[in-house]
């Protein structure tokens, strides 16, 4: 079994789109948060400079990393408020991108997730994806393999963070531009084979169409946050 690593961002379920939250000028809503692209904009400029290694072209999936990083940071918050967590004080970084990276990842850490055992469906989940992508081996059967999965401290803490942020996201009936659909973002990786866990969100709900929530154009006005 190829090592398995947990991702540093995660993605959630979202719920339905709703007339008072459909604006083609909004990202992502969370709650009573809203997220413009005007925003998202100011931070894929940072974040451009903070990964060189970026190439012209990449820039769709940095606006999509940016919106993952913004809802998650929300959800997170959101979770340590109603369970009464203090969150230590993020140092601040060279930019607001920066920062909102290592905020996002101290408030991660402080969550108590190690309270929370991963079900047979979560590792039946991510058996049947390891041997999709070839990191699992099909010959061996899911009920031999799953002693390892649920043994291992990596598989656990990100089945438990998949689970955590999914229910934040149904309370907080988050909310995604259609132009970032569909966003999965992984949970847990095994290096460039790709996702072995996968959370998914900005699926629509039956009956909603696009159209009522239009994805911003280049030259539409955006709002500022």
């Known amino acids: 079994m190829r090592r398995l690593t947990a991702a540093a961002g995660i993605a959630v379920a979202l719920l339905a789109l709703t007339a008072c939250r459909s604006s083609p000028s909004v990202a992502a809503y969370v709650g009573d948060q809203s997220f413009t692209e005007a925003k998202v904009d100011q931070l894929v400029k940072q974040a451009a400079e903070t990964q060189q290694t970026a190439q012209p072209g990449d820039e769709a999936a940095v606006r999509t990393h940016v919106v993952q990083l913004l809802v998650y940071n929300a959800l997170c918050k959101r979770i340590a408020t109603e369970k009464g967590i203090k969150l230590p004080a993020a140092a601040a970084g060279p930019s607001e991108y920066a920062t909102l990276n290592q905020e996002t990842q101290a408030c991660v850490q402080a969550l108590p997730l190690d309270q929370m055992k991963p079900s047979d469906e979560d590792l039946r989940k991510v058996y049947d994806n390891g041997v999709e992508i070839g990191v699992l081996d099909p010959k061996q059967p899911f009920e031999e393999v799953k002693p390892q999965l649920a043994g291992d401290p990596q598989v656990a803490g990100a089945i438990a963070v998949y689970r955590v942020l999914t229910d934040?996201?149904?309370?907080?009936?988050?909310?995604?531009?259609?132009?970032?659909?569909?966003?999965?973002?992984?949970?847990?990786?095994?290096?460039?084979?790709?996702?072995?866990?996968?959370?998914?969100?900005?699926?629509?709900?039956?009956?909603?169409?696009?159209?009522?929530?239009?994805?911003?154009?280049?030259?539409?006005p955006q709002p500022q946050q």
């Open 168 to 220: 934040a996201a149904k309370a907080a009936d988050v909310t995604v531009n259609p132009r970032y659909r569909p966003l999965d973002l992984p949970v847990l990786t095994a290096g460039e084979r790709g996702a072995v866990l996968s959370a998914p969100f900005g699926q629509y709900e039956s009956g909603v169409s696009e159209a009522e929530f239009p994805a911003q154009t280049p030259d539409a």
